[in-house]
């Protein structure tokens, strides 16, 4: 918002900030018209519930941000890092881009689009000096995995067609709240990619979440 655009200011009065909307394309259309060397994909949202029973509106508004918006903004500042032949485009996906499990069906399918967008742009611009990088963390303790583990009791009730597995939905949500990982390890791997003169690392899951993957995988 803009107040959050306002507070930061005040807080890093040597940074420009910026109000960005990734689903407004007045934002957009601003944002454009920077030189930009790095651009980290980061903004998203957060719903949890069965696929028997979500709400269309909820599911359509992820896509709206997660994905729509993502590939709105990367496009907006693509020609310019083209035309300068060099850039760096971070996305941060999710382990649930490469998984998915009970009540994480929504927020999983728009993390698997981001995968199929990132690795498909990786291969369209090879070559012309711009990296893309896509980034696997999973339960890290900023917040948002609480919000969204809780999205789903917003709407659902007893007369849901999955209500006989709402205790299920419970204990999966709680497994993810529970024995969350501190972020800076993450936000330090960040700041080196960012940093970096250049990369080959196409994907980066962090070794803790690589390791729970294993193991599901392996269960």
């Known amino acids: 918002t803009q107040d959050q655009a306002s507070a930061l200011r005040k807080e890093a009065p040597q940074l420009e900030v910026i109000k960005l909307d990734i689903t407004n394309a007045a934002d957009i259309a601003q944002i454009s018209k920077l030189n930009i060397d790095v651009l980290i994909n980061n903004a998203g949202a957060g719903q949890t519930g069965p696929i028997a029973d979500v709400p269309i509106d909820r599911v359509r508004h992820l896509f709206e941000v997660n994905v729509f918006g993502t590939l709105a903004i990367t496009q907006a500042?693509?020609?310019?890092?083209?035309?300068?032949?060099?850039?760096?485009?971070?996305?941060?996906?999710?382990?649930?881009?490469?998984m998915s499990g009970p009540s994480f069906g929504p927020y999983s399918m728009t993390k698997h689009a981001l995968e199929a967008m990132g690795k498909a742009l990786r291969a369209e611009i090879a070559g012309q000096g711009i990296d893309v990088t896509l980034i696997n963390p999973g339960p890290y303790n900023t917040g948002f995995n609480d919000r969204m583990a809780n999205s789903m009791w917003e709407w659902?009730?007893?007369?849901?067609?999955?209500?006989?597995?709402?205790?299920?939905?419970?204990?999966?949500?709680s497994m993810?709240?529970?024995?969350?990982?501190?972020?800076?390890?993450?936000?330090?791997?960040?700041?080196?990619?960012?940093?970096?003169?250049?990369?080959?690392?196409n994907n980066f899951m962090p070794p803790e979440i690589a390791a729970m993957l294993a193991a599901r995988l392996q269960g």
């Open 77 to 98: 500042v693509l020609p310019q890092m083209v035309a300068r032949g060099s850039g760096r485009i971070i996305i941060m996906s999710s382990v649930a881009g490469v």
């Open 176 to 201: 993810v709240t529970t024995g969350q990982l501190d972020p800076v390890d993450v936000c330090n791997r960040l700041v080196e990619l960012v940093e970096a003169d250049t990369t080959t690392e």
């Open 156 to 173: 659902f009730d007893d007369k849901a067609v999955n209500a006989p597995a709402a205790e299920l939905m419970r204990i999966v949500g």
